[in-house]
């Protein structure tokens, strides 16, 4: 490879636009001619095509959609999640409510259910949604070229 220039990227593209990167030419490789699932379907067969990303544009604009890409995939899970924990939240209050009404309970677990609820720390809801928002994708041959192959342990110094 050339000082300055980037090794052409290879992925994988379905019908819909999803891109699907390998972590090296070698392994896009492989597993373009030799990968089945255990159907036995190529990722040809499952609607891919191997396309390559071979000057600055290209990896640039690969870049950005593999960013848009998993940027519409977070959103997806937090919406996903958002509604699963409202929804299971609901039912512990809505549980614990008619547990609290009920001539059956004693005082002291009223005692306790009412704490519980007063206590419910509402903040911790959002450390999941902090810790997705907090990743950043980017493409190593981007971000981190430094003239070298892509090997990290060439760049170790023991």
């Known amino acids: 490879m050339v000082m ?5 990227i290879l ?11 390998a972590p090296d030419t070698e392994t896009a490789n492989h ?3 030799n990968h089945r699932d255990r159907l036995g379907r190529t990722l040809f067969d499952k609607g891919y095509d191997l396309r390559e990303a071979g000057t600055w544009k290209d990896v640039q604009t690969l870049q950005d959609r593999l960013v848009a890409q998993e940027e519409e995939s977070k959103r997806r899970l937090l919406e996903n999640h ?7 939240r609901r039912r512990v209050a809505s549980d614990l409510y008619a ?30 949604r902090e810790a997705l928002e907090q990743r ?6 981007v971000e981190m070229d430094s003239g070298h192959d ?3 342990t060439d760049r170790i110094k023991i």
């Open 82 to 88: 958002q509604e699963v924990r409202e929804d299971f």
């Open 136 to 141: 950043a994708q980017y493409l190593w041959a």
């Open 99 to 128: 547990k609290l009404i009920s001539s059956g309970t004693t005082e002291y677990e009223k005692e306790f259910i009412r704490a519980w609820l007063s206590l419910r720390d509402e903040t911790k809801r959002d450390r999941y």
């Open 31 to 33: 597993f373009w001619r």
């Open 150 to 152: 892509s090997n990290i």
């Open 11 to 21: 992925y994988f593209e379905d019908a819909g636009g999803n891109i699907m990167l």
């Open 4 to 8: 300055g220039r980037v090794s052409p």
